[in-house]
């Protein structure tokens, strides 16, 4: 069974950077399109970014493009978030995920497993 496990979230001032971890375990990780997802407090869960299989293509939502990185190592099974310049409304619960695919990258319900989700609190 595969197993997603973040960290690296926290408190922050604007304009503040972060990085966010996924540790993956349970199958291939190469077999798998990664991507993170967050959930503002009340709110629903959107797309944040998502990486394929061997790095590309890599996609960002436009609230987070340009500001957002998200990479993979596949000998360390990891996926991780830089982000820089960061907002009060980047503030959520971030949410790493695992598609075997093929999915609708931006879609929650395409993707089969989830992290506990690390909160990312950013102050104004």
């Known amino acids: 069974q595969v197993s997603l496990v973040e960290s690296g979230g926290g408190l922050v001032q604007a304009g503040d950077s972060l990085r966010l971890s996924c540790a993956f375990s349970g199958d291939t990780f190469s077999n798998y399109v990664m991507a993170w997802f967050r959930q503002p407090s009340g709110k629903e869960r959107e797309f944040v970014a998502s990486?394929?299989?061997?790095?590309?293509?890599?996609e960002y939502a436009d609230s987070v493009k340009g500001r957002f990185t998200i990479s993979r190592d596949n000998a360390k099974n990891t996926v991780t978030l830089h982000m820089n310049s960061l907002k009060p409304e980047d503030t959520a619960v971030y949410y790493c995920a695992a598609d075997e695919g093929p999915g609708v990258i931006y879609s929650v319900v395409s993707y089969d497993f989830w992290g506990q989700g690390t909160q990312v609190t950013v102050s104004s």
């Open positions: 990486i394929a299989w061997r790095g590309d293509p890599i």
